[in-house]
């Protein structure tokens, strides 16, 4: 509850130091009560907004910088699923103290990204609390041409950009750490040296949102998703959204994980390398379908974006979601995607 | 961090039992990656962000009801404060757990709201955490007719919309009650009758959003803000953008609280008043300046809106902010407003 006594303009100096910056894009940036945006015509305008909170989406103690870049990096991440280009984001705040130390370093890993996708940070909130951080971000997309998640159709090829399960093997290394136990899990262990272990750290905590894949995949892809819950979860709504089933390949799958290049030897591992690609999460990467038809174009999409995709198998018209191997033989699913209320 | 052992679809449903609703002026709702709008042409969106943590702006056993209709109103008041017609909106929202029992009443005081305001609740984002609501909200303006802080002349009136000081005299009270102290503080007591307290706490848990108002004021007030952080901080943020400053009369000041008319009889009692109507936010009315020549207009959009508005005082070209009695006489001025981080 707000405290009373003597008051200075702590809170808006704050903002100020950290925060405003030229808004060129905007009609009107921070500082009044509402920011002003126009539309450009015959621009449909996309908007997602993220929460990400500590101990949940990050470790407490982890580096701002990267932190920055990663409350921005999930937002753009959902208008890069929907084909969009990025415009602006508001960001709210909510920190235990306004310790100039973490936000210097916090601000400035965010707004590198920021301007790295001209995406122009337009207004604000900033209050005390635990920490939380909530970004609402503004895209554009030409009318017709936004990525859904409805419209994969039976036939299609289902693709996914980038490497998977890099950033679910870190976190579950990292939360060995942080417990101090390598107690039993219900994975076997993946012994990981400390280049491979750099490497999907730094796709946990900074992951690269696909923006430049998503826009030149507007008329080409029949659906799209990014990658946040697990692979797995992310297509199931591509799926359920499109009324279709899908079949993958596992073998395909198993080759996805950059940290861990053919070294799952046995059938553990491998079964513990398939759980994280298939439903690790937090890779921000994208899921998408496309025509067989339309291979060539994929290509030339990904090729155009130095975005790397690989098809991991097919759109069915049966519901549902089977996991075969090379040879077309079932796999047990019981790869499941990340809940964040279980 | 996540857990990832058995799942069910717990946040996907808790979501869509709760919060999915038609969007009939959005192209794409709640369930894809992004929600898609389309902005009319000849229209600004105005944006804004608040973000309400427990036990800083509500008490954590705050009736859920009452909260979910104070967190979609402060957002509605900034976009009142530029005279924007409200159109959409975003709810991130992190919950120590995912109780139905809380959801429920949350939902329906935040959507009967909306409905009123036909404000489209059209994504969002749900986690595990410490209780925290984020909403970003999306209206439309006219260009050209934003109402800004920055548009206040020498000369205009100022005014304010309906009361002020409840919310914050409502505050005092709850607090007090919830530290189980009359202890001193450095206001004097004001004593309330049960009817009294009733209403300043309504002012204080449902604040009305004056967005007919700040539509109704387009083309006549030169500049506005919404009241939440006190009327002196948020009137300070018209000067300092406008380059101007102003003299209040606090013998009108003194008048404007709804709970305690005319029973500040010692000058203590005044001052603690005063201290309430000036310093207390949480008003979520307006205060707005316009030429004096448009004092029929500004009465008709008042009548038009069904907002009450009074004149409190003046805008100078001296920069500072001035406080008189009715015979123009200096009032010391101590009353500061409300900082997050103070």
Same mark, same amino acid.
């Given at each position: 509850?707000?405290?009373?006594?003597?008051?200075?303009?702590?809170?808006?100096?704050?903002?100020?130091?950290?925060?405003?910056?030229?808004?060129?894009?905007?009609?009107?940036?921070?500082?009044?009560?509402?920011?002003?945006?126009?539309?450009?015509?015959?621009?449909?305008?996309?908007?997602?907004?993220?929460?990400?909170?500590?101990?949940?989406?990050?470790?407490?103690?982890?580096?701002?910088?990267?932190?920055?870049?990663?409350?921005?990096?999930?937002?753009?991440?959902?208008? *890069? $699923?929907?084909?969009?280009?990025?415009? #602006?984001?508001? /960001? @709210?705040? =909510?920190?235990? !103290?306004?310790?100039?130390?973490?936000?210097?370093?916090?601000?400035?890993?965010?707004?590198?990204?920021?301007?790295?996708?001209?995406?122009?940070?337009?207004?604000?909130?900033?209050?005390?609390?635990?920490?939380?951080?909530?970004?609402?971000?503004?895209?554009?997309?030409?009318?017709?041409?936004?990525?859904?998640?409805?419209?994969?159709?039976?036939?299609?090829?289902?693709?996914?950009?980038?490497?998977?399960?890099?950033?679910?093997?870190?976190?579950?290394?990292?939360?060995?750490?942080?417990?101090?136990?390598?107690?039993?899990?219900?994975? *076997? $262990?993946?012994?990981?040296?400390?280049? #491979?272990?750099? /490497? @999907?750290? =730094?796709?946990? !905590?900074?992951?690269?949102?696909?923006?430049?894949?998503?826009?030149?995949?507007?008329?080409?892809?029949?659906?799209?998703?990014?990658?946040?819950?697990?692979?797995?979860?992310?297509?199931?709504?591509?799926?359920?959204?499109?009324?279709?089933?899908?079949?993958?390949?596992?073998?395909?799958?198993?080759?996805?994980?950059?940290?861990?290049?053919?070294?799952?030897?046995?059938?553990?591992?491998?079964?513990?390398?398939?759980?994280?690609?298939?439903?690790?999460?937090?890779?921000?990467?994208?899921?998408?379908?496309?025509?067989?038809?339309?291979? *060539? $174009?994929?290509?030339?999409?990904?090729? #155009?974006?130095?975005?790397?995709?690989?098809?991991?198998?097919?759109?069915?018209?049966?519901?549902?979601?089977?996991?075969?191997?090379?040879?077309?033989?079932?796999?047990?699913?019981?790869?499941?995607?990340?809940?964040?209320?279980?």
């Amino acid at each position: 509850m707000p405290a009373h006594s003597a008051v200075a303009m702590g809170e808006f100096d704050l903002i100020k130091r950290f925060f405003t910056r030229p808004t060129p894009r905007a009609v009107l940036g921070v500082g009044d009560d509402c920011a002003l945006l126009q539309p450009r015509p015959g621009m449909l305008q996309a908007i997602s907004t993220d929460m990400l909170v500590s101990g949940r989406h990050f470790f407490a103690d982890v580096d701002p910088r990267t932190l920055g870049h990663k409350a921005l990096a999930v937002n753009l991440s959902d208008l *890069a $699923a929907c084909g969009a280009t990025p415009v #602006a984001f508001t /960001l @709210a705040l =909510a920190l235990p !103290e306004a310790d100039p130390a973490w936000l210097a370093p916090f601000a400035e890993g965010m707004l590198a990204l920021a301007d790295a996708h001209g995406c122009e940070l337009i207004g604000g909130d900033t209050t005390r609390g635990p920490l939380n951080i909530c970004i609402t971000i503004f895209g554009e997309v030409p009318q017709g041409q936004a990525l859904l998640r409805s419209g994969a159709q039976p036939g299609d090829a289902v693709y996914v950009s980038g490497t998977l399960g890099d950033a679910n093997l870190a976190l579950t290394h990292l939360l060995r750490e942080w417990e101090g136990t390598e107690a039993a899990t219900s994975t *076997a $262990a993946i012994n990981l040296s400390a280049d #491979a272990m750099a /490497l @999907a750290r =730094a796709r946990l !905590e900074q992951p690269t949102p696909r923006v430049a894949l998503g826009t030149a995949l507007r008329g080409i892809a029949t659906s799209a998703a990014d990658i946040s819950d697990g692979l797995l979860g992310d297509l199931g709504h591509i799926l359920e959204r499109s009324g279709v089933g899908a079949t993958l390949d596992t073998d395909r799958a198993l080759t996805l994980m950059a940290s861990h290049q053919g070294g799952a030897n046995t059938e553990a591992q491998q079964s513990t390398v398939l759980r994280h690609v298939l439903s690790g999460g937090d890779d921000y990467e994208l899921v998408f379908t496309a025509p067989t038809s339309r291979e *060539a $174009a994929v290509q030339a999409a990904a090729q #155009a974006s130095q975005s790397p995709v690989t098809c991991i198998g097919r759109i069915d018209a049966t519901p549902g979601l089977r996991l075969v191997d090379r040879n077309g033989l079932p796999v047990a699913n019981d790869f499941l995607s990340f809940d964040h209320f279980v």
